[in-house]
């Protein structure tokens, strides 16, 4: 336990996680999400710091929140396991919304790295996934495999890990180079609930993003589908312990998949952080709870597969 926070090893890897941890997408800025203040990033990641939480996940991708972290935490390095990507666009133009461009090349790859330690005022990255989920083909036509071989060598990179979605995710995790998963995963969002459980089978470390994401409002001008007509077709309000919210619920459903390490969930709002580690520590569902809430959800249309 940290502060109360359950705590698991993230696959083969030797960190000792805590089961929440923090997106630090939230305070990327603008034009891609909503204005942030030097002030509020610095209280917001010491808050996170001072919960106990020590998984950070980042991207080059997200604005501001490299430089951020780098000017607010970096004095606290030997409190936090940080996580970053690769394969985003260096120099590159900043697409106001939807996807990022990434190129997969040894010069870019090598690029991010860099500028990432650089930003983040470190030596090292504990965990560095590929952005974008990209195929097999894609990673052995840019030789981006040994690209990031090469980084750890030289102690820059820890662990490699992969940003995974179908439909590349199989392949991904058969092709036994990953330490670490990032996987989109929630009591809304289960498509991906089976290849978390086959990639802890293969005993690598499961990262679980946009656990709560789909109680939260978009930011990017995209509109969302109501998050909330599955939520109440499988009656999921009749599970939720009294005094919890439908928020707090989602991220127990997600911290009850057994495959799963941590979940990292982003933020601005100290309030709102401190009511994720509320309900974090309360840990998983009860067994029962979360296969009801999986059978309910499975009769709304709402799988797994």
């Not at 430089?67 to 990507?85: H, M, P, T």
């Not at 260096?90 to 790859?109: A, C, D, F």
């Not at 790295?113 to 965990?127: A, F, G, N, P």
């Not at 619920?249 to 799963?260: D, I």
């Amino acid at each position: 336990m940290a502060n109360g926070l359950p705590t698991t090893k993230l696959g083969r890897t030797n960190l000792e996680v805590t089961k929440l941890g923090f997106g630090a997408m939230e305070i990327r800025g603008l034009p891609r999400g909503r204005e942030v203040t030097a002030a509020q990033a610095d209280t917001i990641l010491n808050a996170v710091l001072d919960s106990g939480i020590n998984y950070i996940d980042t991207s080059i991708d997200y604005g501001l929140s490299e430089g951020f972290i780098g000017d607010f935490i970096s004095n606290r390095r030997d409190e936090y396991f940080l996580a970053s990507k690769c394969g985003c666009m260096v120099n590159g133009p900043v697409v106001p919304s939807g996807r990022q461009p990434h190129l997969y090349t040894k010069e870019n790859i090598v690029l991010g790295i860099e500028q990432s330690l650089r930003r983040m005022k470190t030596d090292y990255l504990d965990v560095v996934q590929f952005h974008g989920s990209p195929s097999q083909e894609t990673l052995e036509e840019n030789g981006a495999i040994d690209t990031v071989l090469e980084l750890k060598e030289q102690g820059k990179i820890r662990h490699i890990g992969m940003s995974g979605t179908l439909p590349n995710l199989p392949k991904q995790i058969d092709m036994g180079v990953f330490d670490v998963l990032q996987i989109p995963y929630s009591a809304l969002e289960r498509q991906h609930e089976d290849l978390i459980s086959k990639a802890s089978g293969a005993d690598i470390g499961n990262v679980i993003r946009g656990g709560v994401a789909k109680g939260e409002p978009s930011v990017s001008g995209v509109p969302q589908p109501d998050p909330w007509k599955t939520f109440e077709q499988a009656g999921l309000d009749d599970l939720i312990d009294e005094g919890e919210s439908r928020t707090d619920f989602l991220l127990r459903f997600t911290l009850s998949h057994p495959g799963m390490h941590t979940t990292i969930v982003g933020t601005l709002n100290p309030d709102h952080l401190n009511q994720n580690v509320t309900a974090a520590a309360k840990g998983p569902l009860a067994a029962d709870v979360y296969e009801k809430a999986k059978s309910q959800l499975a009769a709304a249309g709402q799988t797994s597969a």
